[in-house]
């Protein structure tokens, strides 16, 4: 049946030829961007992949330019500390020097004068954007940005931590205590009480314990004379104040510049009072901590400012050795941390091009085979066009009937 008012053939045409414009639209897409997947509604589970590994790149990239220039504060800290060493063996030559019999002290100790400036504003120049890893300006401990952990929560950090040490300090001998929260764990407590007095001398690389057992404390009345001794007097005859000392466990620590570390730990019973370590239900802990003169100082001897004679050159080689070491080691410690740098940096790098990867076979467009199909789909779209010309135009064979 010929019908005027639907012409199958020509929707029928209509149809297809819509379904390639679609298909090569999208196909354009591809060519034009590069992608199979654009958007979310190209393929939601991909572009989602996609997006956050994306994310996690950018992280990672930014992770190892904060790397650079954490590397070069510790390069900068590395030359000042090498000039450092070679001005101590400046020193100790001088020292030696001054030694030796009819040796010119007052010339030798010019010298040193010199040499200890040196070290000065070797010491003082180790800085690189306002940070300086060896006057103490720095804090105790750095966190060193040095990657990043992604999870499906989000993610975390990687850092190195690096603790510093001052090789001059104008903060020498300043005391700073804190009050930490108290031990209320009976295995730890346990273990601290029952800790032994090692009679040890203060130095670095030593901890001194000093355990005293103490006795219950005792207690003294107001002067109305109510109450006994080691009695609490009852509501009414005023307040008490509890006398004696208590069981306490001391631990002193020395670090390699000369600061020292006292952690006191004493003993309270359920109550909160004074009490025993045998006896104790907690530990209330406190920390005092006295800044050192910084590792350039040892055994009383400051390098940067060090004169000697005949008689004292012998006892303040021994100290700049020992100045010597404690600089060598921190050396070490740096090079340790640059060379840790330098591995999560080649790590990064390597993440980085699995990520590009990885999201590259999620949502990149096969370019081969993107070209291939849109030369057919504008070969089908001219061919749809011309077969739905031919199908409107069986419309107008309908108007010969009544021409005949």
């Not at 030559?93 to 004068?113: D, E, K, R, V, Y």
Request: charged letters at 5%; a negative charge.
């Amino acid at each position: 049946m010929s019908s005027i008012l639907t012409n199958a053939a020509a929707l029928s045409a209509l149809q297809s030829l819509t379904q390639t414009q679609a298909a090569l639209n999208t196909t354009e897409k591809q060519v034009s961007t590069g992608l199979a997947v654009s958007s979310a509604a190209d393929n939601a589970s991909y572009w989602s992949i996609a997006t956050q590994l994306n994310s996690d790149s950018g992280v990672v990239t930014a992770s190892n330019q904060a790397l650079a220039q954490s590397q070069a504060v510790l390069s900068t800290a590395s030359s000042a500390i090498n000039s450092v060493i070679t001005t101590i063996n400046s020193i100790e030559s001088a020292l030696t020097q001054a030694a030796t019999p009819g040796a010119s002290i007052a010339n030798i100790n010019t010298t040193l004068a010199q040499l200890g400036k040196q070290l000065t504003d070797a010491v003082n120049g180790a800085s690189f954007n306002g940070l300086n890893l060896l006057n103490g300006t720095a804090g105790a401990t750095l966190n060193f940005v040095a990657g990043f952990n992604a999870t499906a929560a989000g993610g975390s950090f990687n850092t190195i931590n690096f603790t510093t040490q001052a090789l001059t300090s104008t903060a020498a001998g300043t005391s700073t205590t804190t009050t930490e929260p108290s031990i209320t764990d009976a295995a730890t407590i346990n273990s601290i009480v029952n800790l032994a007095s090692n009679g040890a001398t203060l130095a670095y690389g030593t901890d001194v314990i000093t355990a005293t057992a103490g006795t219950a404390p005792t207690y003294a009345t107001t002067p109305d004379g109510a109450g006994t001794a080691n009695t609490i007097a009852t509501a009414g005859t005023g307040a008490v104040t509890a006398a004696g000392t208590a069981g306490t466990v001391v631990i002193q620590s020395q670090a390699l510049d000369g600061s020292q570390t006292t952690t006191t730990y004493t003993a309270v019973d359920g109550n909160g009072n004074a009490t025993t370590l045998a006896d104790a239900a907690s530990l209330q802990v406190s920390t005092t901590t006295v800044a050192g003169a910084g590792l350039l100082t040892q055994g009383g001897t400051d390098l940067t400012n060090i004169a000697t004679s005949a008689g004292t050159a012998a006892g303040q080689l021994t100290n700049v050795e020992a100045a010597l070491s404690a600089v060598t080691n921190y050396a070490a410690t740096i090079g340790a941390a640059q060379d840790r740098m330098t591995a999560a940096s080649t790590f990064n790098t390597a993440l980085t091009t699995n990520y590009a990867t990885g999201v590259s076979a999620l949502v990149d467009a096969d370019m081969n085979t993107a070209s291939t199909r849109l030369q057919a789909l504008q070969t089908q779209e001219q061919l749809g066009i011309q077969s739905l010309s031919i199908a409107n135009q069986n419309s107008q064979l309908i108007l010969k009937l009544f021409n005949g």
